[in-house]
C-alpha cells in the first residue's frame, strides 16, 4: 500500500521544521567569555607559586632608582603590598587584584602613602591576601630618598632662614622652636609652635619675604593655575583648636613694598585631621579673607604668583579655647601639580 500525498507532504514539512529548529540552534553560540571572578578564583586552593623578591635592594630613589616586587600564586587575589620604614613609622601601600606581583603593578618609586615621608633606613616588606592567613615578609633598604622639584621654602634641616621676621606671644607653655623629637613629617627636624595665650587669637607667626632667598619676588610661573603651594602640618590627638592661616602678599605696582590696596590671599587651615597631614592648594584658588571671611581683593584681584613677595604662616587659636599646639614642615611650592610625598 502506498503513501497518499497528503502523508508525504506532512512528513515533509515536518523534516523540514526540524531542520529550521536545529539550524537556529546552532546559530546561538555561547559568548566565551564570563563576566566576574572565575571559578578557580572563588573556589581554588590559593597557594604562593613564587615567592616575594626586590628587583632592586637597596634602593637609592634621589638619583631616579625604582624597586618592583615580584611573587605568583594559584589564583587571582586581592593583595596588599606594604612597606613601613623601621625609623620614620612612614607607609606605602600598593593594591591590586591579580594572581601575579610584578613591575606593571607592584614598582616603587618612593614615594609615601602615609606620612612621614621616608628617610634612608630600612624598610619592613609585608605581602598580605584578602581572606587568607598567609603573610610574605622581606626588607628593603632606602639609601636615598626622592628630590621633590619645587622653590622650597623651609624644611626646618637647617634652622631658621636669616631673613625671617618672627614673632612669638609671651603666654604660658610657650614653644616657638625647631624641633627633631619624633618624627618630623620630612628629614629630621619641624618647627613647633605652642602655647597658651588668652587675651589674643595669633599665637606665633614666621613671615618668610622673597628678599630672604635672593629676590624682590620669588621665582614663580606667572600661570596661578600651574602653582601650588604645599604644607605639612601636625595635630596632637588631644587638641582640636588650632589653626594655620597662610598669607601671600603680592606686590601688584612692582615698588619692592605691600601695601594695604594690594593682594592678599590667605589660606586657613582648621586643623581637624591628627598626626602628619599634607595641605595643597592650587595658587590660582587661595581666597582674600578678611577676619577669615571671603572678601573683595585687596588690589587688582588678580592671582600673580611671580609678584609673590612675602609668605606668611600664622598661628591661631580662640583665646578662651586653652592650650594650642601643631608642628610645621616641608614648605614647598610646586609647578604643575601638587607635591606627591
Given at each position: 500500500m502506498?503513501?497518499?500525498?497528503?502523508v508525504?507532504?506532512?512528513?515533509?514539512r515536518?523534516?523540514?521544521?526540524?531542520?529550521?529548529v536545529i539550524?537556529?540552534?546552532s546559530?546561538?553560540?555561547?559568548?566565551?567569555?564570563?563576566?566576574?571572578?572565575?571559578?578557580?578564583?572563588?573556589?581554588?586552593?590559593?597557594?604562593?607559586?613564587?615567592?616575594?623578591?626586590?628587583?632592586?635592594?637597596?634602593?637609592?630613589?634621589?638619583?631616579?632608582?625604582?624597586?618592583?616586587?615580584?611573587?605568583?600564586?594559584?589564583?587571582?587575589?586581592s593583595?596588599t603590598?606594604?612597606?613601613?620604614?623601621?625609623?620614620?613609622?612612614?607607609?606605602?601601600?600598593?593594591?591590586?587584584?591579580?594572581?601575579?606581583?610584578?613591575?606593571?603593578?607592584?614598582?616603587?618609586?618612593g614615594?609615601?602613602?602615609?606620612?612621614?615621608?621616608?628617610?634612608p633606613?630600612?624598610?619592613?616588606?609585608?605581602?598580605t591576601?584578602?581572606?587568607?592567613?598567609?603573610?610574605l615578609?622581606?626588607?628593603?633598604?632606602?639609601?636615598?630618598?626622592?628630590?621633590?622639584?619645587?622653590?622650597?621654602?623651609?624644611?626646618?634641616?637647617?634652622?631658621?632662614?636669616?631673613?625671617?621676621?618672627?614673632?612669638?606671644?609671651s603666654?604660658?607653655?610657650?614653644?616657638?622652636?625647631?624641633?627633631?623629637?619624633?618624627a618630623?613629617?620630612?628629614?629630621?627636624?619641624?618647627?613647633d609652635?605652642?602655647?597658651?595665650?588668652n587675651?589674643d587669637?595669633l599665637?606665633?607667626?614666621?613671615?618668610m619675604p622673597?628678599?630672604?632667598?635672593?629676590?624682590?619676588?620669588f621665582?614663580?610661573s606667572?600661570?596661578?593655575?600651574?602653582?601650588?603651594?604645599?604644607?605639612?602640618?601636625?595635630?596632637?590627638?588631644d587638641?582640636?583648636?588650632?589653626?594655620?592661616?597662610?598669607?601671600?602678599?603680592e606686590?601688584?605696582?612692582?615698588?619692592?613694598a605691600?601695601?594695604?590696596?594690594?593682594?592678599?590671599?590667605?589660606?586657613?587651615?582648621?586643623?581637624?585631621?591628627?598626626?602628619?597631614?599634607?595641605?595643597?592648594?592650587?595658587y590660582?584658588?587661595?581666597?582674600?579673607?578678611?577676619?577669615?571671611?571671603?572678601?573683595?581683593?585687596?588690589?587688582?584681584?588678580?592671582?600673580?604668583?611671580h609678584?609673590?613677595?612675602?609668605?606668611s604662616?600664622?598661628?591661631?587659636?580662640?583665646?578662651?579655647?586653652?592650650?594650642?599646639?601643631?608642628?610645621?614642615?616641608?614648605l614647598?611650592?610646586?609647578?604643575?601639580s601638587?607635591?606627591?610625598?
Open positions: 502506498g503513501i497518499s500525498n497528503e508525504l507532504t506532512m512528513i515533509i515536518s523534516i523540514i521544521s526540524v531542520l529550521l539550524t537556529a540552534l546559530g546561538c553560540r555561547v559568548d566565551e567569555e564570563f563576566d566576574g571572578p572565575s571559578l578557580n578564583d572563588l573556589y581554588g586552593d590559593f597557594a604562593v607559586i613564587s615567592p616575594l623578591q626586590i628587583s632592586n635592594d637597596p634602593v637609592d630613589f634621589s638619583t631616579g632608582e625604582t624597586t618592583a616586587f615580584t611573587a605568583e600564586f594559584t589564583k587571582n587575589i593583595w603590598l606594604r612597606i613601613t620604614g623601621l625609623e620614620t613609622g612612614a607607609i606605602k601601600e600598593i593594591s591590586d587584584f591579580s594572581n601575579t606581583l610584578d613591575a606593571s603593578n607592584a614598582t616603587w618609586n614615594t609615601t602613602t602615609l606620612l612621614p615621608m621616608f628617610r633606613e630600612l624598610c619592613a616588606v609585608e605581602l591576601f584578602d581572606n587568607e592567613p598567609d603573610t615578609r622581606d626588607t628593603v633598604l632606602v639609601t636615598g630618598v626622592t628630590n621633590h622639584p619645587g622653590l622650597l621654602l623651609s624644611d626646618f634641616e637647617s634652622g631658621t632662614n636669616p631673613g625671617w621676621v618672627t614673632f612669638s606671644q603666654g604660658a607653655n610657650m614653644s616657638f622652636t625647631i624641633d627633631d623629637e619624633g618630623s613629617a620630612q628629614g629630621t627636624h619641624y618647627f609652635i605652642g602655647g597658651t595665650v587675651w587669637w599665637i606665633a607667626l614666621i613671615h622673597a628678599v630672604a632667598y635672593g629676590g624682590t619676588t621665582n614663580l606667572e600661570n596661578p593655575a600651574e602653582v601650588f603651594f604645599n604644607s605639612m602640618l601636625f595635630k596632637p590627638s587638641l582640636n583648636n588650632g589653626i594655620m592661616l597662610f598669607q601671600f602678599r606686590d601688584d605696582n612692582g615698588d619692592g605691600y601695601s594695604n590696596n594690594e593682594d592678599m590671599y590667605s589660606y586657613e587651615i582648621a586643623m581637624a585631621e591628627n598626626g602628619w597631614n599634607q595641605y595643597s592648594i592650587r590660582a584658588d587661595i581666597p582674600t579673607l578678611i577676619n577669615g571671611q571671603p572678601a573683595a581683593a585687596l588690589g587688582n584681584g588678580i592671582h600673580e604668583p609678584k609673590l613677595m612675602q609668605v604662616a600664622l598661628f591661631l587659636a580662640n583665646p578662651n579655647s586653652g592650650y594650642a599646639n601643631a608642628y610645621l614642615d616641608y614647598l611650592f610646586t609647578e604643575g601638587p607635591l606627591i610625598p
